[in-house]
């Protein structure tokens, strides 16, 4: 009888197809952008980190839909983002402007995949206790969009990276510093993408469809860049005192995230904010009812 359940619970034993297959591409995007510029095909590598994106998003959405969640696909997927998102952009960023400038050109690419790393590994470990109306640190597909969006700017401009490597080094190794930083970022869940909306704002999205096709480089690398510049303006603007722990530092000194934690808390009823504890029990009883295990 044993052995019977034994050979049942082997045969149910696998992994879900879809999601992981979109998470498969995003990695094999990142991959792609590594190669290409290390041939000097710089657009087609920043392209590809775009591409990397969309999967990026995709394959998280597709499995809460298909109700496909598992382990195995929240740590693939972050492992792939650290290649699409974190090392990838290093490497482009290095081989269009760093690789001139000496130990300074492949510091900052390091700064850069480091950050990423822990940027990573940061929300891993904070998924259902932080604040989900906002990210702490840049997220790291918004940072490498930043260093794509340039290095497809300057080789539409027909740019010599080389001319401009201290800049892309500072650019680079500033970007890698806000995604370990403490400030905050809007992530945008909050927004009913199944609510209904006026025929204008669907004319309005059509419009932005347009102006994308026709100037993606351009465009894209202005509103990375001011993403990338809001979380300073949204932290200073939610303290009523700047103090170096709303800058960087552990968890238990950033006040601000939790009061916020705390004001989101009692909107929805709660009357305490949920600690680290009962965060990992739910999460226990989560990964119980889930049906891939493997």
């Not at 879809?18 to 190669?35: C, D, H, K, M, Q």
């Not at 400038?101 to 904070?126: D, I, P, S």
Request: no cysteine.
């Amino acid at each position: 009888m044993a052995s019977s359940k034994s050979k049942v619970n082997h045969q149910s034993r696998g992994i879900y197809l879809l999601p992981n297959l979109l998470t498969t591409a995003g990695l094999f995007s990142g991959f792609y952008a590594v190669i290409s510029s290390m041939n000097g095909h710089f657009e087609a590598a920043a392209i590809a980190i775009f591409i990397a994106m969309i999967f990026d998003g995709l394959d998280g959405r597709v499995a809460r839909m298909t109700n496909t969640q598992s382990e195995f696909g929240a740590e693939y997927d972050s492992m792939a983002d650290m290649v699409s998102f974190g090392i990838a952009p290093g490497l482009v960023a290095y081989n269009w402007a760093l690789s001139g400038m000496g130990k300074f050109g492949w510091l900052a690419a390091f700064v850069f995949v480091a950050g990423a790393a822990l940027r990573l590994a940061r929300f891993n470990t904070q998924v259902g206790v932080a604040d989900k109306r906002y990210f702490q640190g840049l997220a790291s597909p918004a940072a490498a969009g930043v260093i794509a969006s340039i290095v497809w700017t300057g080789n539409d401009y027909q740019l010599n990276g080389q001319d401009y490597g201290f800049i892309m080094g500072i650019i680079t190794i500033i970007s890698g510093l806000l995604m370990v930083s403490n400030f905050r970022y809007h992530s945008f869940k909050e927004v009913d993408w199944k609510g209904k909306v006026n025929f204008v704002v669907v004319l309005f999205i059509v419009l932005v469809f347009v102006v994308i096709a026709s100037s993606p480089a351009e465009l894209l690398m202005a509103i990375f860049v001011l993403y990338a510049s809001s979380g300073p303006v949204t932290t200073v603007r939610s303290v009523k005192k700047l103090k170096l722990e709303h800058v960087v530092g552990d968890d238990d000194d950033e006040d601000f995230t939790n009061a916020n934690s705390a004001k989101a808390n009692q909107e929805n009823g709660e009357d305490k904010v949920p600690s680290q504890t009962d965060a990992s029990q739910e999460s226990i009883k989560a990964n119980e009812k889930t049906e891939d295990k493997v």
